[in-house]
């Protein structure tokens, strides 16, 4: 059974940091490239970073360049989005997805708030 399971959501101030976490299971993660998408309130789903199979190439959204960092660990099967330097705007919730050509996995999501 294939799963990407977000983890690492929560209510943080603006300036702060958040890390969220992805762990795949049911699928060689491995051989996908990962990349995290967000959905803000009353916006549409967008893009925010993606990292190749390997982990030798990343691109961000510019909203986020320089402040959010994707990784992955493939021994753990798990990729990551560290967060700094949040902003109100960063508010939405968080998806993790698995790309390989014509196929792509979802996870759940998960909640970011940034709010004083």
């Known amino acids: 059974q294939v799963q990407l399971v977000e983890s690492g959501g929560g209510l943080v101030q603006p300036g702060g940091s958040l890390r969220l976490s992805c762990a795949a299971s049911g699928f060689t993660s491995s051989s996908y490239a990962m990349s995290w998408y967000r959905q803000g309130p009353g916006k549409e789903r967008e893009l925010v970073a993606t990292i190749t199979r390997g982990g030798g190439s990343t691109n961000y959204a510019d909203s986020v360049k320089g402040r959010f960092t994707i990784s992955r660990d493939n021994a753990r099967n798990t990729v990551y989005l560290q967060m700094n330097s949040l902003k109100p705007e960063d508010t939405a919730v968080y998806y993790c997805?698995?790309?390989?050509?014509?196929?792509?996995?979802w996870g759940q999501g998960t909640q970011v708030t940034v709010s004083s």
């Open positions: 997805n698995a790309n390989k050509l014509w196929v792509d996995y």
